[in-house]
């Protein structure tokens, strides 16, 4: 259907397509749509910005359709569950009696577990009772709604805090909804905290230069990392590998492995990077979630600067709940281990991503058992020397062994994760060495230049960082245009979705 305006022809089909949701085609912040609605919103958003009110309306409507785009009617459960536990904290925290707390506590838990229960590990305990009864239960047909983990840790912390009596809840509905439904974190993170967001809320925005330029490093830096080098190392090599490993040899599987370590690291640091980056354009300030994670020098190191809203949410509402370091070492052991079998099922209902959190957690517990035994003595003088080359083999053997571990996080089997292993230690025929370089010369190139830019020092970036702020406005659109260009050349055909975007 058509409709004729002067000269300018309508079709009304594919406006209304690209206005609604496409289980094809959901809305990303490296999708071309995403330009379009972030535009719209920019511009109604010079006019409603110094407006409490209708600033926090605006954005709720503006979210809800974000993730309305990006997961089509899914997006009510974020509605349900804001409705739920903005009712349950206030409840809460209006009782008096401890048992009375717990039980509406419990309540809160139950219904958000619950609920991310029954849609992401519905059928993997199907597929276990099945196994060990050769039972016939036919697995549901439930689609994963988008972000329903991340949301759901949001509403738990805000209710856990709430009952530690260390954050009293708003009152208003409106501000609990803005918290949860602010579309630059909403379908893949980072994990806000309540404490850290719902004060901005009200808050004067003052948005000043300095906002502007380190929103657009972290945009750039994002898109380039999730565009440029994530997506086409993964489409033009990584997922060859992984799709069938025995057909590779040793070598090209290493590299597959070494290709994926920046590929999963490029995809969710550049979208959080993203979602940083343009908060902090709106006035709001969102948590760093990943700092340089493959420059650790050990496994304890890694975890607290790897998705770090998640590593320190699993610390302080998981671990410390399970009594931490106050309950003796072996317990503080065996408290780390669960946690961290319980953030890889989080990941995704699979054996695989508990042996993925299973061996993280026993590598956890051993750090923690060795710092123990052999204590670093205070004002012992070393050799720098020493010390250098100890950091880098420690960087070197981290690394290592979380590039080991994630052969299992994105293995379709544990055949495949094993098939992987063996042709690396078996099969490894390093005279492929040069004919693979010479057939993938370009994505190795891309996926060195990854890891440059990766162990580049923080204050080259704070240096680029105040280069970029002394470029004038049309300097800064110039080279946004230029990025915008780069990643048109380089953007694959199909849209490869966000890994995290699963979880």
Not at 16 to 22: A, R, V, W
Not at 186 to 210: C, E, T, W
Not at 398 to 410: A, L, N, S
Request: charged share 15%; aromatic share 20%.
């Amino acid at each position: 259907m058509n409709f004729d305006i002067g000269n300018i022809t309508i079709e009304s089909d594919k406006l209304i397509s690209q206005l609604t949701y496409n289980a094809k085609d959901p809305l990303l912040f490296n999708s071309g749509f995403f330009l379009f609605f972030f535009t719209v919103f920019l511009i109604g958003y010079q006019f409603l910005y110094k407006r409490k009110l209708l600033r926090v309306i605006y954005f709720i409507l503006f979210s809800l359709y974000f993730f309305y785009k990006a997961c089509g009617f899914y997006f009510g459960f974020v509605l349900l569950s804001a409705v739920v536990d903005f009712g349950l904290s206030n409840w809460l925290y209006a009782s008096q009696e401890k048992w009375k707390k717990k039980t509406i506590l419990i309540f809160s838990i139950v219904i958000n577990l619950g609920l991310l229960f029954y849609f992401k590990y519905t059928n993997f305990f199907i597929e276990i009772i099945n196994d060990f009864n050769n039972g016939q239960v036919k697995p549901l047909n439930l689609i994963l709604p988008i972000g329903i983990s991340f949301y759901t840790f949001e509403n738990l912390s805000y209710t856990i805090d709430v009952y530690r009596g260390k954050f009293k809840p708003v009152k208003s509905f409106l501000d609990y909804c803005f918290f949860l439904t602010f579309f630059p974190k909403l379908v893949m993170g980072p994990i806000v905290r309540a404490s850290d967001f719902i004060p901005q809320i009200r808050k004067d925005i003052l948005i000043n230069d300095g906002d502007i330029s380190k929103g657009l490093y972290l945009i750039l830096g994002g898109l380039f990392k999730k565009v440029v080098i994530s997506d086409y190392i993964y489409v033009n090599y990584v997922q060859y590998i992984f799709t069938d490993p025995a057909h590779h040899s040793g070598i090209e599987c290493l590299f597959g492995v070494y290709g994926y370590a920046m590929v999963i690291y490029c995809d969710f640091s550049g979208y959080s990077d993203m979602a940083i980056g343009l908060a902090r354009w709106m006035g709001f300030t969102i948590n760093l979630n990943f700092d340089s994670p493959y420059q650790s020098s050990s496994i304890t190191e890694f975890w607290r600067r790897w998705h770090m809203s998640l590593s320190s949410w699993l610390k302080d509402y998981l671990y410390i709940s399970l009594g931490g370091n106050r309950v003796g070492k072996l317990r503080q052991y065996i408290n780390l281990l669960v946690t961290m079998l319980l953030g890889g099922l989080w990941h995704g209902a699979s054996f695989n991503f508990i042996v993925w959190g299973g061996m993280h957690g026993i590598a956890l517990a051993l750090d923690k058992a060795i710092k123990s035994l052999f204590p670093k003595k205070e004002n012992q003088i070393s050799n720098p020397f020493k010390i250098k080359l100890t950091k880098i083999a420690g960087v070197i053997l981290t690394f290592h062994f979380v590039c080991f571990c994630w052969i299992f996080f994105k293995a379709s089997s544990f055949s495949d994760a094993g098939i992987i292993i063996s042709q690396i230690f078996t099969n490894f025929n390093g005279a492929a060495f040069l004919p693979m370089m010479s057939a993938y010369g370009t994505v190795f190139g891309v996926m060195l230049l990854g890891y440059v830019i990766h162990f580049i020092p923080n204050s080259y970036q704070s240096f680029s960082e105040r280069i970029l702020s002394k470029i004038n406005l049309g300097g800064r659109v110039l080279i946004l245009l230029i990025l915008i260009w780069i990643v048109i050349q380089v953007k694959q055909a199909d849209q490869v979705m966000p890994i995290y975007l699963q979880f």
